[in-house]
Nanobody, 121 residues
Framework: QVEVVESGGGLVQAGGSLRLSCAASGSIFSINAMDWYRQAPGKQRELVGT???????NYADSAKGRFTLSRDNAKNTVYLQMINLKPEDTAVYYC???????????????WGQGTQVTVSS
């Protein structure tokens, strides 16, 4: 199976920066894409951005210009660099991994426990 661990969250003031990490481990042959989602209290989980194995990225409108995805394929790790944080960015940030197991089966929906980001005004 796949284990996903997010880290790097914390409390920052508006305008500050954080870098989140998401590391995947387990019976992974390859990772096709890694997604960052976030969920604020009382709201639905929303997609923040996606990065593919080739490095192609897509961002939600709320993240464009402020958030940057990068990945280290050798470490099965993706990073979410966030700058100019706003109070509305406050949420639990989750990572989702999509790929192929060593036995050739595809997998998706491998989530971590999330990391809390709190932005104070």
């Amino acid at each position: 199976q796949v284990e996903v661990v997010e880290s790097g969250g914390g409390l920052v003031q508006a305008g500050g920066s954080l870098r989140l990490s998401c590391a995947a481990s387990g019976s992974i042959f390859s990772i096709n894409a890694m997604d960052w989602y976030r969920q604020a209290p009382g709201k639905q989980r929303e997609l923040v951005g996606t990065i593919t194995s080739s490095g192609t990225t897509n961002y939600a409108d709320s993240a464009k210009g402020r958030f940057t995805l990068s990945r280290d394929n050798a470490k099965n790790t993706v990073y979410l660099q966030m700058i100019n944080l706003k109070p509305e960015d406050t949420a639990v940030y989750y990572c989702n991994v999509r790929g192929i197991y060593n036995d050739g089966r595809e997998f998706s929906g491998s989530w971590g426990q999330g990391t809390q980001v709190t932005v104070s005004s």
